[in-house]
């Protein structure tokens, strides 16, 4: 069973700085998406951001411009450079690994997820 390991959360002042990282523990075949949600207690996962295949990449609207998704050298490994952070971003965010192609999604992983925290 492959893993998702996530790292990079912490907490850090309004205005700073975090780059989440997420790496699979064995490669992956059919890879058609890495991305990164989040999720605050009492409300829905929601996407942050996607890369796929060909390189596209989806932002929701409130981090556009201060968000940047990337992949890693390395097989499955995305990055999440986040700047900017305002405290509506406290979250737990979750690396998102989809397999399949285009037209079919044939496997949803997901990390464990890790704690991002901005104070006012």
């Known amino acids: 069973q492959v893993q998702l390991v996530e790292s990079g959360g912490g907490l850090v002042q309004a205005g700073g700085s975090l780059r989440l990282s997420c790496a699979a523990s064995?490669?992956?075949?059919?890879?058609?998406?890495m991305g990164w949600y989040r999720q605050v207690p009492g409300k829905q996962r929601e996407l942050v951001a996607m890369i796929w295949g060909d390189n596209h990449t989806n932002y929701t609207d409130s981090v556009k411009g201060r968000f940047t998704i990337s992949r890693g050298n390395a097989e499955v490994t995305v990055y999440l450079q986040m700047n900017s952070l305002q405290p509506e971003d406290t979250a737990v965010y979750y690396c998102?690994?989809?397999?399949?192609?285009?037209?079919?999604?044939?496997?949803?992983?997901w990390g464990r997820g890790t704690q991002v925290t901005v104070s006012s």
């Open positions: 064995r490669s992956m075949s059919m890879i058609k998406a």
């Open positions: 998102n690994v989809k397999r399949g192609t285009t037209d079919i999604t044939i496997g949803d992983y």
